[in-house]
Each structure stands twice: as structure tokens, then as C-alpha cells.
């Protein structure tokens, strides 16, 4: 017996100014921002700011953050944001958009500054500890732009400043935002915003004047390496699953890079993540015969062709990975990170005492942000001082702020990116769309009014991280409560009834109890189709046509030509999704926008004739760069009515000048 059977949900409805979809580092950043205006707009509109951040889970652990972290990966300190745009483009191989990029790079490092305000503790060397950044406190840097921290609780604490800015009332734990709604007057606007509650049989129904969709990026719409037994297991968070892209995309926003993803080297099984030992313990990834594959000369053949590329004193992260590739399909695998090497170096010049600390870092990195490595290596008898770990490169994930550069197109600042002779000396030959830039509205928008992102929504920038995604949260926050005062007299109306939208939300539910008894095994019924069984479907599909790990990351049109037809068809059945409780309405849910973010995926993918990122996938029948004709921007608009994408080019310009040698 389904607990839907005891009646219809409630429906609360709610007008705001300003509605927060999401609770992570970008969101937290603009909570915190906009705390303060509540009252402070008073003086502009007459009453108080009204505001309100909704969250499918709970603020002080959710999101990509919610385990933790070790590092924070963009802290400038003392490097130039110009540095810090040529180091995103090199590394997402030449195609961001250095406005955006640029103008995180000069406002990151205050978010770094407040976390440590409120108490998040950021390693100093030897000397400065007790003395905070601002006090000229020097890092512990891993990298030149990454610096070390005791971060298990970097969520709860960035949390703990939002809900005081904002005020517990004014956030709502618990509810998925199902979908954006356009204005009723205006298509190309937003005007609310519906989802449920995932514990209470609670429909809630939102109007704003501006709305900050932040809801990260996606997974799991590609089969896992984790199945069977590790089933759920993956780097990125599961439970972000492609809303921000889909829920977007359906209000009618552009996309850019929606071909890009990001395939991590990881600690095999466990996912930890290689940053720290790469950086921090200076440890090298070896193959089975121990040799440094990266720096042999095979490997400098293999990344040749991709010179313009590989420029910088780092190689481009999906570069890292083909190389890495070759040698596993080459049958020089495993690869390993030479953890032994690593401590056995550092520890030369240590005391006994020293080198006991050194071993519980190389811990508490995962123990801080990924414990199921650390679950791993104790399972497994690793002592990492003595054994080396197995690296693998996972499966891909869509992202915005971590070394990806998926998501929608937005609207820049407004002082940065009128090419000049100075900052472009071709400046003749800038296309006509970019006149001024790519500043058509307020900062952080989308090109749909009303609708701003942050964090991994931003497209076309990438390695924000978390201070990034948290200041680009703090950015939108200010356009926002612009866009909010001057669109004062504004009043929003949707272009569907509310009935209908708790129709469409609660379908699931209801092909559940229509069919139910047509069987006595509750998950097996011709009517219907259970949310995991779907997802399951999703996988397939996208590992075996789309570039997944089954191919070795390598697709080509016709295998996409498969993956279209058959997406097509789970997408009918998509509509026959079953959820006999709550938790598989939210699984309902997170599906239909994995499928529209996969869909995304895949059109951009076929979109793209040429490879522009080997070692995150390669199209075979365009297995090559080519700079003359896909040095550029693709991006895509989906109409929801028709449910067809049109996806193009537009122009891409580098307003930093990348032809300065650089040592990141
Ligand atoms: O080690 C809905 N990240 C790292 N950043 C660093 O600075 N240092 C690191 O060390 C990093 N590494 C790392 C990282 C992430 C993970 C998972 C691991 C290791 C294991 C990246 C950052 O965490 C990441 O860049 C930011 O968190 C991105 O911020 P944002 O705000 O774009 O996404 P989010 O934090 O995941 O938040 C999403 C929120 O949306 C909610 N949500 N709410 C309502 N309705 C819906 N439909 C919703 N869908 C989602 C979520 O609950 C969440 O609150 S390392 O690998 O390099
Ligand atoms: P990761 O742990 O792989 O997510 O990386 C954390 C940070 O370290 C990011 O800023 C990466 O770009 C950087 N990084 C990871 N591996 C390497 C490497 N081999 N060389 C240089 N930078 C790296």
C-alpha cells in the first residue's frame, strides 16, 4: 500500500522577489550577499527584500562540498587574474570566455577571506600560523592556484554564514524544484519556479521577479564504473543530477559547451581525488612497468598535435588523461600513483615525528573529502607508504566549475570585454555580436529574463571550484537584487495553471496507483517502469554510443545516430515512470532532468566535428583539432513545445592575450 493513496498534496504557493534554487557554494555565496539587502532595499521598494533559497536537501550538507574538501582550488593570493584566465583557457584547450574567468579571478579571494572569518581553518607555513590571510598570513600552497585546508566541515560553516545572512525562515530545506515557469506576458521570461517536498505530501508553487537557478551539475547519466555492489559510489555528488542544465534549458535558456565534460583521473574504486597527492606530496602516476609515462617520449609524440594546446608549463587535464589512456589500451596498465616514492622522498629530510604527521595527512585528504577512498584503503591493506594505488579515469560528469566548462551562456561585466586594440590587436575582425563583449544585460543572466546562475551553471569559464562557485554566487546575488528593484512594478504570472503543473509533478504518482494491482510483484509491471530500472536504461545508452568508459570515451555519428533513436524511446517511457513513495518521486524527477541533460550532451557531441578534448572523449570520425572551424562556442537552445534543440556556433575571442608565455 502506497502512502499517495491517502489523498491529493497540499499546494502553498508563495510570491517573492528573489527564489534560490540550491543550497551549495553558490547559492551559500549569494544567500550571504543578499542577506543584507533584505532590509536594505527598503529604501528602494518600500518594504523588505523578500527572499527565499529552496534546497532539495539540507543546507549545512549539501551539494558537491557536503563531505568536505581539502583544498580550495582557486585562491589568486599574490598571481594575476590575467594569469588565472590564460591557466582555465590552456586547460580547457582554448575555448572559455576570458570575461567571466577574468572577473572571478579579481573576486575570489574575498569568499577565501570569509570562510576563514567564520572559522574554516586554512594551513600557513611554518611562522604565520595564528595569522590570517588578510593579515598576510602565507598559505600552504599545493599549487600555484590551490591552497591547503582542514575542510571536513567547509560546508557546514559556509551553511552556518548564509542562514544568518538570510535568516532560517527564509529557506526551505527539502523541496526539488521539478521546473522553471515562464511568464505568462513574456516567453522569454521566468516567472516561477514549482517543485515538492521530499518528506511531506507538500506541492510548493513559487513567483519571483528574479530567480538564481544553482542547483550544481550532473551525474550518473552514464553506467558508473561502481555497479553491483559499489553501485552509487562516484566522484562528483549522484544526487546532483542535471537540473540546473534541464531546468534551463526548458525556460528557454542558451546553453554553451554542452560537449564538454569532465573525466577525472581518480583513485580507483574509491574515487579520491589526485590533487594533493600530484601537488602537495609531488607524487608521479606510474604504469605497471614503473615507468613516469607522462614525461616519456612516446608521450610527447602523443601530445605533438595538440601543441597550441600544451603550452603551458601543465598539461591540460584531458591531455593528462590521453596519455594516461594510451598506456592502459597499449596494455601498460595498471597505472598507479607512486605513493611509495612520494613519502619516502619527503620523508628524507623529516623527523620521525614529522614523518607520522606526514602519513595522517596523506589520510585525512581523503578522510576530509572522500572517506570511501580511505574506506578503500583500509579494506584493502594500503598503507600508502608502502603500497601504491590503482588510478583510473572515471566516468564523465557535466560540470561548470570544477575542470569542466558545460552549462548556460551569461551574461558578463560590464567593464571587462569590449575588445580594445590594446587587449586585441585583430580587433577588426571581432564578429559583429560582440560589439560590446558578451554583456547584454545584468550580470550573471541568462539570456532568458530573470533567470541568473552561478557555480557549475556558468559555461564557457570552468576551475572556479568551490571559492569560485561561491563568489559567482555572491556576483549573481548583487545583479539580482538590481534586476529585483528595478523591475519593481513587475508582477509575475505563469503560463500554466497551478493545477496543472501539480498534474504533471505528481504524474509518477499516479501511473503508480492506476496500474499498482495489475501485479503482485510490486516492481515488475508492463505499465509502468520503476525510476531505477530507467536510469539504469540512461546508462547504457550514453556509455555504449555516447564516449562512455565502455568505448574508451570514443564515439561517432553513427553511434549517435543509435543513441538518438533510442533516446527517443526511453524518453517515452520516461513518461510511464513510476513512484510509489516520495523518494522515488524525487528519483522520478532527478530522471526526466538527467535525460534532458544527456540529450544536451549528445547533440552538442554530434554538433562538434572534430575531438576538441582528448582524453574526455573523442569523436573517431573527427579525430583531430580543428582550430579553423571549431575555435568557437557551441551552443544550443531547446523548445520545450516541440522538444527540439537547434544548436550553434557563435564566436569565440581571447581578450586576455594567450600568446604570453606563462608558468602555471
Ligand atoms: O579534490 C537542488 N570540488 C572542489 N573544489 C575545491 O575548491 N577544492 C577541492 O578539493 C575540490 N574537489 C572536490 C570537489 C567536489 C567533490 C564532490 C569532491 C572533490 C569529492 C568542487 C566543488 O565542490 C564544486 O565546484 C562546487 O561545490 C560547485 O558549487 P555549486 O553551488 O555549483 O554546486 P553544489 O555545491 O553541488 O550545490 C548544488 C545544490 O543544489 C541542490 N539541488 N535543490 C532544489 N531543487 C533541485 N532540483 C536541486 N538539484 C540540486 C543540492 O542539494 C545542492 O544544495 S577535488 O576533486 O579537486
Ligand atoms: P583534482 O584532485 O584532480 O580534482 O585536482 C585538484 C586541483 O589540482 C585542480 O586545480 C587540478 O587542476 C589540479 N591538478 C590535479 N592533478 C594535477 C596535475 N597532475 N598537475 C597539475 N595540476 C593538477
New binding site residues.
Partial sequence: MSEFEFGNPEIIEEEVDILI???????CGAAYEIGPWIKAAESSLGRELKVKL????ALPR????A?G??????YLGENDPADYARMVSNDLMGITRDDLVYDLGRHVDDSVHHFEDWGLPIWKQPGDEGKKLVEGGKPVRSGKWQIMINGESYKWIVAEAAQKALGTDNIQER???VKLVNDKNDPNRVAGAV?FSVREHKIYVYKFKACLL???GCVNIFRPRSVGEGTGRA???V???G?TYAMAAEAGAELTMMENRFVPARFKDGYG?V?AWFLLFKSKAINAYGEEYLSKEGAQKLLEPYHPYNKAYVTPTCLRNHVMMDEMINGRGPIYMDTVTALAKLAETMTPKEIKHLEAEAWEDFLD??IGQAGVWAGENIEPEKKNSELMPTEPYLLG??SGCCGIWVSGPEDLGAPTEETHPEKDKIPSHLPSGWHWGYRSMTTVKGLFT????VGASGH????G?HAE?RIAAKAMVKFAIDNKDWTPELDTPVEELVEEIYKPVRNFIEHKDYTTAIDINPHYITPKMLQFRLQKIMDEYVAGVATWYRTNAKMMEVAEAKLEMLKEDAEKMRAKDLHELLRAWENYHRILAAEAHMKHIQFREESRYPGFYYRMDFNFIDDENWKCFVNSVYDKKTKTWTVFKRAHVDLVDKTQSYNN
Fill in positions: 534554487i540550491g543550497g551549495g557554494m553558490a547559492a529552496v534546497d532539495k536537501a549539501s551539494g558537491a562540498v563531505q574538501l581539502s583544498a580550495i582550488n582557486t523541496v526539488f524544484i517543485g544553482v542547483a550544481g566522484w562528483y555528488p544526487w546532483n543530477a537540473s581525488p590533487g573529502m572522500c566549475s570544477h552561478a557555480g557549475d551553471g572556479k571550484f568551490s571559492s562557485s554566487g
